[in-house]
T-cell receptor, first 113, second 116 residues
Framework: DTEVTQTPKHLVMGMTNKKSLKCEQH?????MYWYKQKAKKPPELMFVYSYEKLSINESVPSRFSPECPNSSLLNLHLHALQPEDSALYLC????????????FGPGTRLTVT | AQKVTQAQTEISVVEKEDVTLDCVYE???????LFWYKQPPSGELVFLIRRNSFDEQNEISGRYSWNFQKSTSSFNFTITASQVVDSAVYFCALSERDTGRRALTFGSGTRLQVQP
């Protein structure tokens, strides 16, 4: 089973809202990732968690706050977003961070109004 | 610094045609990994293949084949007898094991349109 699940599938939020994106995998993977993808562009890495510790933060604005409560779960907390943050947010996991293939979830399509 | 170039932005073919998607990479690491992903209109990125830098054997999986050539830093992907279901954006990606930041660097993607 190579499934990564993400909820919600779609999210519309105002600039003053607080919301969270959730990601879950049960493959025993120890690395989990958040990517942001704008239309017609490749995914851009945002954060990497390795063994539940933040390993990479690609200078993401603080209005995005990641959290890894346990090895199966990854959250992305959103607060005071801007319209330009509207995008597809993809979660991925891999066996660990040593360049194994990453398996992606279906994504959350976020619209900030 | 690592870099992946997919020079073909869009390709359109008619069903049953063969099509090759090009990927050229740059890296200073001697050990690295190359990947291909498919992103259909639904949005989910689907893992297709991983290749290690020390294994230059070409690979075939059904209608899909991959040609890895270190001499030209290329990792090309061929779909034989294309089908409408192959329509998607295809991304080539690179990850370095030692000197890099151990995260995928994606190319800009090639949009493949297979017409019936």
């Amino acid at each position: 089973d190579t499934e990564v699940t993400q909820t919600p599938k779609h999210l519309v939020m105002g600039m003053t809202n607080k919301k969270s994106l959730k990601c879950e995998q049960h493959m025993g993977h120890r690395a989990m990732y958040w990517y942001k993808q704008k239309a017609k562009k490749p995914p851009e890495l945002m954060f990497v968690y390795s063994y539940e510790k933040l390993s990479i933060n690609e200078s993401v604005p603080s209005r995005f706050s990641p959290e890894c409560p346990n090895s199966s779960l990854l959250n992305l907390h959103l607060h005071a977003l801007q319209p330009e943050d509207s995008a597809l947010y993809l979660c991925a996991s891999s066996q660990d961070q040593r360049a194994y293939e990453q398996y992606f979830g279906p994504g959350t399509r976020l619209t900030v109004t | 610094a690592q870099k992946v170039t997919q020079a073909q932005t869009e390709i359109s073919v008619v069903e049953k045609e063969d099509v090759t998607l090009d990927c050229v990479y740059e890296t200073r690491d001697t050990t690295y990994y190359l990947f291909w992903y498919k992103q259909p209109p639904s949005g989910e990125l689907v893992f297709l293949i991983r290749r290690n830098s020390f294994d230059e054997q070409n690979e075939i999986s059904g209608r899909y084949s991959w040609n890895f050539q270190k001499s030209t830093s290329s990792f090309n992907f061929t779909i034989t007898a294309s089908q409408v279901v192959d329509s998607a954006v295809y991304f080539c990606a690179l990850s370095e094991r030692d000197t890099g930041r151990r995260a995928l660097t994606f190319g800009s993607g090639t949009r493949l349109q297979v017409q019936p």
